[in-house]
């Protein structure tokens, strides 16, 4: 899953692959933003950990669960 994350006050996004399903990651996300003086803290499929102050995050982008398709001629 493509998760990219907007930081406020900088121009660049932060993009990670997820094995977490966007339901995982949308609960994880609402539950970091309940908490006013916590963080966002999410793992890629790699294993690294990125962390997020919340009072910094402008949005969260989760992709989308179907897989690119390649070829021509789809319908």
Sequence with gaps: M???IGVRNVAR????ESDQS?????????????????????T???????VVPVEALGY?????TEKARVGFGLS
């Design 60 to 64: 969260v982008d989760i992709g989308a």
């Design 13 to 16: 996004e932060i993009q990670l």
């Design 2 to 4: 493509e998760v990219k």
């Design 44 to 50: 890629d499929e790699k294993g690294r950990t990125v």
């Design 22 to 42: 966007a339901e995982e990651i949308q609960a994880t996300v609402t539950k970091a933003l309940t908490d006013k003086t916590g963080t966002l803290s999410l």
